[in-house]
């Protein structure tokens, strides 16, 4: 018996040995979370950024050339209750997170209402490098700034900065800002890269409003209400803006004199954008991101003298219920800059319109549209599309943007307006309720 409960005593042992020993638990304090901190969704494409302060205030961006926080006021006050529980409240922005993981460099989260999980680098620098400048770092310089063993560097977006070698030379390739990695033991910091460009990238004036181009390009004399004109000793520039929207869709730069060669402008572009292999020959036509149904802007360089900015339309066709209720000199201001021909009788007006965005490789779609009046104003809107557009593809986009209630027969969200396809003819009818 003795020696039976010897046998069991050791084989008891022997597992306590095995069993793999109770991880510490995490501690998390105001001061440990103390900095500025980033998450990037490469899904999303949102940079978000945290600041905490030792006082519990904290401030959150989702701009990278914000992080900085210059100017700004907190966003809102932050605590950690039962030291794993991390609260703010802030005027757009609160936080219920659960800590999961803190290091050094890095925490992770739990979002304690979606469940999700993400885990945010520290900003432990920022670096501005001029237009094909490289930064050596000096001995010790990463490590001075991130704790633990570094393995490797990596860049967010080599189409702005890349790392050259493994000992984190970084180079800047083209006009942006961008995030690189220092992955160590200690988890991942970043370092912010600002850098500059050949041109101006133009790219990201696409959808600002008339008062942001005036704001971040100067006031000027030489402007309308849907045209914003900069006439400068080296080039001229101009920001078209939409009418029915009021955003810019298009900026023209046109160069007076090339302060480079064309094959320096030809290699930057191809290295700041992703080009359309099909363009051999001028025009060259590049896009700003490599994913064609995720880009936003076109860029179309002449091989001359004018670099085109373009806002890409990812819809089918336009939503033409916006003129329903307008009178007819509303109808002619708001589609003039768009209009290919006109037909204008009393009882409705008809134009094209073309959009040479969808297929920005050459393809154009023509669709022909009929503004019918009922008294003074548009009650019935007639777009005729493409033949390039089949009635699977036509009723899959409608049903995604507006409230199915039968047959090829939608509603807007309001249940104002009816928008019905008629498939016979191709044609997407609009008519107010």
Not at 39 to 54: H, S
Request: hydrophobic share 40%; net charge negative.
């Amino acid at each position: 018996m003795k020696k039976l409960f010897y046998l069991i005593s050791m084989v008891c042992l022997l597992a306590s040995c095995n069993k793999d020993p109770e991880p510490e638990p995490i501690v998390v304090t105001n001061d440990a979370l103390t900095g500025t901190w980033v998450y990037d969704n490469a899904a999303t494409g949102v940079t978000e950024i945290l600041k905490f302060t030792p006082n519990g205030g904290f401030y959150y961006t989702t701009v990278l050339a914000d992080a900085a926080f210059v100017g700004y006021k907190p966003e809102g006050s932050f605590s950690v209750i039962d030291k794993v529980n991390l609260t703010a409240v802030g005027l757009t922005k609160s936080l219920d997170w659960m800590v999961t993981k803190l290091k050094t460099n890095s925490f992770t989260v739990k979002d304690n209402v979606t469940g999700e999980t993400r885990t945010y680098a520290k900003l432990v620098d920022r670096l501005d490098l001029g237009f094909g400048e490289i930064y050596t770092p000096n001995e010790g310089y990463y490590a001075e700034k991130v704790a633990g063993k570094i393995t490797k560097y990596v860049s967010h977006n080599e189409k702005v900065a890349r790392v050259v070698d493994h000992t984190g030379v970084i180079a800047a390739v083209a006009e942006g800002i961008t995030l690189v990695d220092v992955v160590a033991s200690e988890g991942t910091a970043v370092i912010l890269v600002t850098a500059g460009g050949l041109i101006p990238d133009y790219a990201r004036a696409i959808g600002y409003t008339k008062e942001e181009v005036l704001a971040e390009y100067g006031s000027v004399e030489d402007n309308s209400g849907f045209m914003i004109v900069y006439n400068g000793e080296d080039k001229n520039l101009e920001f078209s803006i939409n009418r029915r929207t009021g955003l810019v869709v298009k900026v023209t730069l046109a160069f007076k004199h090339l302060a480079f060669t064309k094959t320096s402008l030809t290699n930057y572009l191809g290295a700041k954008y992703y080009k359309d292999a099909s363009a051999k020959t001028p025009p060259y036509i590049y896009t700003d991101k490599q994913d064609f149904s995720r880009s936003n802007v076109k860029i179309v360089w002449d091989n001359e003298s004018k670099v085109e900015f373009t806002y890409i339309n990812h819809d089918l066709f336009e939503d033409f219920s916006v003129a329903l209720g307008k009178n007819r000199q509303e109808v002619k201001e708001m589609f003039y800059i768009d209009c290919e021909r006109y037909e204008d009788l009393n009882s409705f007006i008809e134009f094209e319109i073309a959009d040479d965005m969808l297929g920005y490789a050459g393809l154009e779609y023509v669709d022909q549209v009929s503004l019918m009046f009922d008294g003074e104003t548009v009650n019935v809107v007639d777009v005729s599309l493409t033949s390039l557009l089949d009635q699977k593809k036509v009723n899959e986009f409608l049903s995604k943007k507006y409230k199915q209630s039968s047959e090829n027969t939608y509603t807007d969200e309001l249940g104002k307006i009816s928008i019905e396809y008629i498939s016979s003819g191709n044609k997407v009818r609009y008519l107010s309720l």
